[in-house]
T-cell receptor, first 112, second 115 residues
Framework: SQQGEEDPQALSIQEGENATMNCSYK?????LQWYRQNSGRGLVHLIL?????REKHSGRLRVTLDTSKKSSSLLITASRAADTASYFC????????????FGTGTRLLVSP | DAGITQSPRHKVTETGTPVTLRCHQT?????MYWYRQDPGHGLRLIHY???????DKGEVSDGYSVSRSKTEDFLLTLESATSSQTSVYFC??????????????FGDGTRLSIL
């Protein structure tokens, strides 16, 4: 069964605007990860946030985690056309085998 | 670049035929994973391996088997392909540095169509 639900399913914005994607999950987690997938390619890891962290930054990316609400958000600031891709959250319940359980993804379109 | 190569990249085959997909890595990583990606489902784990000859089932393992006879290769086999196994298949590896929380690195996928 799918762990995460992502919202919105699709998002269309202009270059320079911010993009926010949300992820909700069902069970307790050890960490939550965000991945990007360009069309026809594999997934690329963006950022990992541990269950005891509330916020993390990496360049133009900001991720928040609220374990009480079982939700996370990914903010991309000052978006660029090159940010056009699908974005997935994935949760890890146990650290042993680090099995990822993915959400259904958000398709982001950034227009010039 | 995590040095992951999936082969073939595309394959079309008929229902009932056996199919084997190969994932090859060049960096001696211990953990390897097979996922399938379908519209509306994101990625779902099929099988994973935590060492040579050490494998286990994931969420959607029915109809699939795997083998890992050497560190660098993780094979996914569909013994008798069905149309429901039409999908894009991704292999991933996980590096094992200090600390338990490490991301996975993905190959570019194999697009499999079963007619």
């Amino acid at each position: 069964s799918q762990q995460g639900e992502e919202d919105p399913q699709a998002l269309s914005i202009q270059e320079g605007e911010n993009a926010t994607m949300n992820c909700s999950y069902k069970t307790s987690i050890n960490n939550l990860q965000w991945y990007r997938q360009n069309s026809g390619r594999g997934l690329v890891h963006l950022i990992l946030i541990r269950s005891n962290e509330r916020e993390k930054h990496s360049g133009r990316l900001r991720v928040t985690l609220d374990t009480s609400k079982k939700s996370s958000s990914l903010l991309i600031t000052a978006s660029r056309a090159a940010d056009t891709a699908s974005y997935f959250c994935a949760t890890v319940q146990n650290t042993g085998f680090q099995k990822l359980v993915f959400g259904t993804g958000t398709r982001l379109l950034v227009s010039p | 670049d995590a040095g992951i190569t999936q082969s073939p990249r595309h394959k079309v085959t008929e229902t009932g035929t056996p199919v084997t997909l190969r994932c090859h890595q060049t960096e001696n990583h211990r953990y390897m994973y097979w996922y399938r990606q379908d519209p509306g489902h994101g990625l779902r784990l099929i099988h994973y391996s935590y060492g040579v000859k050490d494998t286990d089932k994931g969420e959607v393992s029915d109809g699939y088997s795997v083998s890992r006879s050497k560190t660098e290769d993780f094979l996914l086999t569909l013994e008798s392909a069905t149309s429901s196994q039409t999908s894009v298949y991704f292999c991933a590896i996980r590096t094992l540095r200090t600390g338990a929380n490490q991301p996975q690195h993905f190959g570019d996928g194999t697009r499999l169509s079963i007619l």
